[in-house]
């Protein structure tokens, strides 16, 4: 799937990008205020005493660092795979697109990704795809319907336009979304209390078959865009 198994930036241009599947949303809970704050507030401060750890912030006997940056925020690598279970977890503690004036790229990876999205008070996650979503709505089961709404992608060539599928987490909500192999997606965060929970079923699995020099946890991403966006094009969430 990629050029350079090694670049941890690569980027593929978006105008002949086709995805080949689409993103699987499933609405999970929804939770009171408090509640939901002491959640996403205890997974967060995984997060960050691990950026304060130099345990974990070095590599381990493996080759991985646990602790890194991504676009999106800062992630701690809670379960390492090993012989014969080829998955990995993750968690991420959100950077507010708001504080940072940028919002994350448009990008796909070489696996599937299992992904928990938890928000607290005062905070959404708004999700991009170049595809529309798939929502699961069991009627009596599923807690709520997210809205979706679809915009232009910011920042293409001048020839190039793409619709980008959107789909708003509300504030106090628990949801998953199945990522498949190579689907296009970004996670923007606004407000200050919001991570993820994410499973990479076969990151290791990655590593041998796009022929990786070694382990690294940005190598499995390809980009759909050179720059980071401006956050305006990720914070309204009125569109």
């Known amino acids: 799937m990629k050029r350079n198994a090694d670049s941890a930036d690569e980027v593929h241009d978006v105008a002949d990008f086709t995805d080949t599947a689409r993103n699987a949303v499933t609405p999970v809970l929804q939770l009171p205020g408090n509640a939901a704050l ?3 507030e205890a997974f967060a401060a995984i997060v960050r005493n691990a950026k304060r750890n130099p345990s974990a912030t070095t590599r381990d006997s493996d080759g991985i660092t646990r602790s890194q940056t991504f676009e999106e ?4 690598m809670l ?3 090993f012989e014969g279970f080829f998955a990995d977890r993750y968690l991420m503690d959100f950077h507010d697109v708001a504080e940072r004036d940028v ?4 990008h796909l990876h070489t696996g599937l990704r ?3 999205m938890m928000t607290g008070p005062d905070t959404r996650i708004r999700v991009g795809s170049l595809a529309p979503f ?3 709505h069991v009627e009596g089961v599923t807690p709520f319907r997210p809205r979706t709404f679809e915009d232009v992608l910011p920042d293409t060539p001048a020839d190039v336009v793409r619709t980008r599928y959107n789909l708003i987490v509300p504030p106090c909500s628990f949801v998953d979304m199945q990522i498949p192999r190579g689907v296009s997606h970004q996670f923007n965060a606004i407000g ?3 991570v993820i929970d994410s499973v990479h079923p076969e990151e290791s699995v990655e590593t041998f078959r796009e022929g990786m020099a070694g382990y690294r946890m940005t190598a499995q991403t390809v980009f759909l865009s050179e720059e980071l966006p401006a956050a305006h094009t990720c914070a309204n969430l009125n569109a």
């Open 114 to 116: 299992f992904v928990r």
């Open 103 to 106: 919002c994350s790229r448009m």
């Open 192 to 194: 200050p209390h919001a």
């Open 73 to 76: 925020g800062d992630v701690y």
């Open 79 to 81: 379960e390492t795979p």
């Open 38 to 40: 002491t959640v996403v």
């Open 134 to 136: 798939e929502v699961t």
